[in-house]
């Protein structure tokens, strides 16, 4: 078992940057690959970023691409979501979640077996 815990949301202008973090607790966590999903209420949830458990390979939605980096410490179990130059349509809740699928791109939510509770991002225009 895994559990993931977010932090690092908040309000920030447009324009601005947060770093969100994911801490995961369980020894296998470097076995995992791990990606960033965001949600506003009444829409699915759509994915933002992932990255493969030897951080050899990452994953971006053409929403965020050169605007936001996922990077991941298998030292200290945690995944980070660095998010730049925000727009006021990032504004969303941020699930931190993990797949135990081997090999993919990691863009459908269907292939995480693990999931945090979110944390709230709003950016305002």
């Known amino acids: 078992q895994v559990q993931l815990v977010e932090s690092g949301g908040g309000l920030v202008q447009a324009g601005g940057s947060l770093r969100l973090s994911c801490a995961a607790s369980g020894r296998t966590f470097r076995r995992y690959a791990m990606g960033w999903f965001r949600q506003v209420p009444g829409k699915e949830r759509e994915f933002v970023a992932s990255?493969?458990?030897?951080?050899?390979?990452?994953y971006y939605a053409d929403s965020v691409k050169g605007r936001f980096t996922i990077s991941r410490d298998n030292a200290k179990n945690s995944v980070y979501l660095q998010m730049n130059s925000l727009k006021p349509e990032d504004t969303a809740a941020y699930y931190c979640?993990?797949?135990?699928?081997?090999?993919?791109?990691?863009?459908?939510?269907?292939?995480?077996?693990?999931w945090g509770q979110g944390t709230q991002v709003t950016v305002s225009s």
């Open positions: 979640a993990g797949s135990m699928i081997y090999s993919g791109s990691y863009v459908s939510a269907l292939m995480y077996n693990y």
């Open positions: 990255i493969t458990w030897s951080a050899g390979n990452t």
